[in-house]
Nanobody, 123 residues
Framework: QVQLVESGGGLAQAGGSLRLSCAAS????????MGWFRQAPGKEREFVAT????????YYADSVKGRFAISRGNAKNTVYLQMNSLKPEDTAVYYC????????????????WGQGTRVTVSS
C-alpha cells in the first residue's frame, strides 16, 4: 500500500511564503512523477506542478510559474512545494499525488493521493 502524507500548510499573508512537504511510503512505490494539485471551495481540483523523479524535470501551471518551485528532498520519495509571493487566490487545499511517467496535468493520470493540507492566504 502506498501512502502520501502532506504537511506544511497553514495561514500566510499575501506576499508571504509557505513550504509544503510530501512524503511517499510503501514497499510498492514505484511512481516516477509526483505532483501538486489544489482545490478551492466550490472549484474543481487544478494542477499546480509536477516533478519527474527520474529526470528532475519540472512543469508548472501558468498561474504559479515564477512563484512556486517543486523540488525533491534528500530523503527518497519526498517532494516539496516552495510557495512564494502568495496571493489570496492561492487559498485552497493542496494535494500531493504520485503517478506513472506520463502523468502531467490531468488528475485522473495519478494513482495515489495524499489527504491534503490547507493553505489560507489573507489579503
Amino acid at each position: 500500500q502506498v501512502q502520501l502524507v502532506e504537511s506544511g500548510g497553514g495561514l500566510a499573508q499575501a506576499g508571504g511564503s509557505l513550504r509544503l512537504s510530501c512524503a511517499a511510503s510503501g514497499r510498492t512505490f514505484s511512481s516516477d512523477v509526483m505532483g501538486w494539485f489544489r482545490q478551492a471551495p466550490g472549484k474543481e481540483r487544478e494542477f499546480v506542478a509536477t516533478l519527474t523523479l527520474s529526470s528532475g524535470s519540472t512543469y508548472y501551471a501558468d498561474s504559479v510559474k515564477g512563484r512556486f518551485a517543486i523540488s525533491r528532498g534528500n530523503a527518497k520519495n519526498t517532494v516539496y512545494l516552495q510557495m512564494n509571493s502568495l496571493k489570496p487566490e492561492d487559498t485552497a487545499v493542496y494535494y500531493c499525488a504520485a503517478g506513472p511517467r506520463f502523468a502531467l496535468r490531468n488528475p485522473v493520470q495519478y494513482d495515489y493521493w495524499g489527504q491534503g493540507t490547507r493553505v489560507t492566504v489573507s489579503s
